[in-house]
């Protein structure tokens, strides 16, 4: 019995918007994907101008928000993989902001 292997090719991001309830992904391919916010307690907890400032990471493969130090891959959007932050680092984070 053979197998075939079957390449995937990830698109790469040329847009991304942000609302209360989305991240919403526009690929290099034509489709726009999104996912709640939720997923990412990150952006569920940042306000409208820190969700506004991200930037492309490599040719698109990710989203990186400095001001939440937050990074998003494409590939895992695609795969249905939420944050894997634990809630211990979490907490650590929102308590950082409190302090600011």
């Given at each position: 019995m053979t197998t075939s292997v079957i390449k995937i090719e990830v698109p790469n991001?040329?847009?991304v918007i942000v609302t209360d309830d989305s991240l919403i992904i526009e690929l290099d391919d034509g489709r726009t994907v999104s996912v709640p916010t939720a997923w990412y307690p990150r952006l569920?907890?940042?306000s409208k101008k820190e969700r506004e400032n991200w930037r492309l990471l490599g040719k698109g493969c990710g989203i990186h928000w400095e001001s939440l130090d937050e990074d998003i891959s494409v590939e895992g959007i695609l795969t249905g993989q939420p944050s894997?932050?634990?809630q211990a680092s979490f907490k650590k984070w929102?308590?950082?902001r409190i302090e600011k």
């Open positions: 991001a040329n847009d569920l907890n940042a894997g932050e634990s929102i308590e950082s």
